[in-house]
């Protein structure tokens, strides 16, 4: 028997035109946010990334790893398309071998729940994600459950760890290489290895930036009376708003030229990080 709505009009509507009616039907639309990553959903791929203290998210869509533009790039609208500390959307017809990314706060961030990346023959270029539709076998494997007070964390990158010749495994610098170490870690206790993220070159500059723009913030929030943190304030904001063009900039670079950008850049915030410290450390005149 075919559900209705009952409604104070002349006759019930059925249950299929009604929700005909409040479906989504553009090519984008506020997506799901679960499951993390990007998964195909009813025509579409239905993009999820978690992200606490995100204030922008962008998804940008690559044809080629090489590319500085993206094809397309959308932006996430908090009131649309987040749900608690998960941002999500969905995109009708993307293809398997879709290359994206996620800028999150002007960074460009890779997806921690993609199933393949591709890098760019340029080094200084970031890596993209590929959206594939084959589901990884896991093969029954499961996760060891360690409780909390006997779980030993171990965080490292990928490249850095066995980089070196020292490593003596066979794909330095490489996922395989890490799992090579794995009965290492073990005999060290380790229970658990904590991939950190990879930025890109300029990463390590773009999160300080990111880190001192937040203490500015704080500052203004806890001592937004006093004029001479206002007018602080506002240089201070002005000046690193100045450093992420010039550290976006560095990112297309040749290297000799990237290094030495950075190193002004980084020497720019040493003295931002210096006037903070008349504001924040307790005794100061500022304080």
């Known amino acids: 028997m075919e559900t209705t709505f009952l409604s104070h009009g002349p006759a019930p509507r059925p249950f299929a035109e009604c929700l005909a009616e409040y479906s989504e039907k553009s090519d984008i639309r506020r997506g799901m946010p679960a499951p993390l990553g990007a998964h195909a959903l009813e025509g579409g791929v239905n993009f999820a990334l978690f992200s606490r203290y995100a204030q922008r998210v962008r998804l940008e869509l690559y044809r080629e790893a090489d590319e500085l533009e993206p094809m397309r790039a959308l932006d996430l609208d908090p009131a649309r398309h987040r749900t608690g500390d998960i941002w999500h959307i969905w995109i009708k017809g993307v293809a398997p071998g879709q290359l994206y990314a996620y800028r999150v706060d002007d960074r460009l961030m890779l997806d921690p729940f993609a199933v393949a990346i591709k890098a760019p023959s340029a080094r200084e270029i970031s890596p993209r994600c590929i959206y594939l539709e084959e589901p ?11 409780p ?6 171990y965080e490292t990158h990928v490249r850095g760890l066995t980089a070196h010749a020292s490593s003596q495994v066979l794909g330095p610098g490489t996922f395989r290489g890490l799992t090579e170490k794995i009965p290492y ?30 203490t500015v913030q704080d500052l ?6 006093d004029l001479q943190v206002v007018r602080f304030a506002e240089v201070t904001n002005n ?8 550290t976006r900039a560095a990112a297309s670079m040749p290297s000799g030229r990237r290094r030495a950008t950075l190193g002004a850049v980084a020497r ?3 003295r931002i990080d210096a006037d903070l410290m008349t504001f924040l450390l307790p005794g100061t005149p500022a304080a």
Do not use: C, M, N
């Open 185 to 214: 870690f073990q005999e060290l206790g380790v229970t658990a290895i904590e991939v950190a993220a990879y930025r890109g070159p300029t990463g390590a500059t773009e999160a300080r930036l990111a880190g001192l723009a937040q």
């Open 220 to 225: 203004q929030r806890r001592r937004g009376g």
């Open 268 to 270: 720019d915030l040493d």
């Open 239 to 246: 000046r690193l708003a100045d450093l992420t063009v010039a």
């Open 148 to 153: 909390w007070s006997r779980t030993v964390i």
């Open 136 to 146: 990884f076998d896991w093969r029954d494997d499961k996760p060891p459950r360690h």
